[in-house]
């Protein structure tokens, strides 16, 4: 399955992180490989790479927090017809947000940017945390899709991404 990876860098801030883009194609293969869900030959994902403030006013408009996230995600199909769709949404991190949550975990920035990446994806693939099965579900999932390409257990010692 090949999957269609169109990568955005919009703030500068996101050059402090070599290779952000590689590393979110290597994430992002993976996880649509191995996140258990049917999806079309060529999907599309898109990735933009925002400061604080964009990612702020999004989440103003969108969910009514006029406050920065680590990531959003914006599903472009319903989780029942992903098989199907061409498109299968954005996925927006904040450079500010992630190097801070990264800085007060003590992992590096890469690794916290794939575990954001993956997250942001299982979103676009239907998945969420709002109570405590689903949440189990999710996170056991990104634990192995970040073991597939070398990176430890996010959730050991620290809190589960922000809702997206």
């Given at each position: 399955?090949?999957?269609?990876?169109?990568?955005?860098?919009?703030?500068?801030?996101?050059?402090?992180?070599?290779?952000?883009?590689?590393?979110?194609?290597?994430?992002?293969?993976?996880?649509?490989?191995?996140?258990?869900v049917a999806l079309r030959d060529?999907?599309?994902?898109?990735?933009?790479?925002?400061?604080?403030?964009?990612?702020?006013?999004?989440?103003?408009?969108?969910?009514?927090?006029?406050?920065?996230?680590?990531?959003?995600?914006?599903?472009?199909?319903?989780?029942?017809?992903?098989?199907?769709?061409?498109?299968?949404?954005?996925?927006?991190?904040?450079?500010?947000?992630?190097?801070?949550?990264?800085?007060?975990?003590?992992?590096?920035?890469?690794?916290?940017?794939?575990?954001?990446?993956?997250h942001g994806f299982l979103h676009?693939?239907?998945?969420?945390?709002?109570?405590?099965?689903?949440?189990?579900?999710?996170?056991?999932?990104?634990?192995?899709?970040?073991?597939?390409?070398?990176?430890?257990?996010?959730?050991?010692?620290?809190?589960?991404?922000?809702?997206?």
């Amino acid at each position: 399955m090949t999957l269609e990876i169109d990568i955005e860098r919009v703030s500068p801030l996101w050059a402090a992180l070599p290779g952000v883009e590689a590393l979110a194609e290597r994430v992002l293969r993976a996880a649509a490989s191995s996140g258990g869900v049917a999806l079309r030959d060529g999907a599309e994902v898109s990735v933009r790479l925002v400061d604080d403030n964009d990612i702020r006013a999004l989440n103003a408009r969108w969910r009514g927090l006029d406050e920065p996230t680590n990531v959003l995600s914006f599903p472009a199909a319903q989780p029942g017809g992903l098989a199907g769709s061409p498109l299968l949404g954005d996925i927006v991190l904040a450079y500010e947000t992630a190097e801070r949550e990264a800085r007060e975990q003590g992992v590096a920035l890469r690794d916290h940017v794939a575990h954001l990446i993956v997250h942001g994806f299982l979103h676009l693939l239907g998945f969420d945390h709002r109570d405590a099965e689903k949440a189990e579900r999710m996170e056991a999932l990104e634990i192995r899709i970040l073991e597939e390409v070398g990176l430890a257990n996010p959730y050991v010692g620290t809190v589960a991404a922000d809702e997206s």
